[in-house]
């Protein structure tokens, strides 16, 4: 029997570092000339530290008697997907704060692109021609 690497089927450290994900236009699905972000991966430490912070506030709220409201899941959803991001063509934005990436996954077509990469354990594989 084949002995299994699990070592070259690790993302983490890949999510972290990222990949640069081509944003296309959705309605030629052809690449948007300059228009590159660095994405993390949903393994990424800072991924998952963000959905565990959230989580926990959450929490906090409910123990004070607080329940969500609809707004405050979508805020919640927008910055969990833009902590995604970890960088944005110069210029394409006014500054490099999580602002700006949250005003960048809220536009649904590239939120569903970041998404989509992010969820692509392929890009963050040890070696993959997209992390390195």
Not at 57 to 82: C, F, M
Not at 105 to 124: C, K, L, S, T, W
């Amino acid at each position: 029997m084949d002995r299994i690497d699990f070592a070259a089927l690790d993302t983490r450290k890949g999510a972290e570092a990222g990949f640069d994900l081509q944003l296309l236009d959705v309605s030629t699905r052809r690449p948007l000339p300059g228009f590159v972000l660095r994405i993390r991966g949903y393994d990424s430490e800072t991924y998952q530290n963000k959905a565990l912070e959230q989580q926990r506030l959450r929490l906090e709220r409910r123990r004070d008697g607080k329940v969500p409201t609809e707004a405050d899941l979508k805020n919640d959803a927008l910055e969990l997907a833009a902590a995604l991001v970890i960088s944005w063509p110069e210029g394409a934005m006014v500054d490099g704060s999580a602002a700006t990436a949250v005003s960048i996954v809220a536009v649904p077509a590239i939120r569903e692109q970041v998404e989509a990469g992010a969820a692509d354990r392929g890009n963050f594989l040890p070696g993959s021609a997209k992390s390195s």
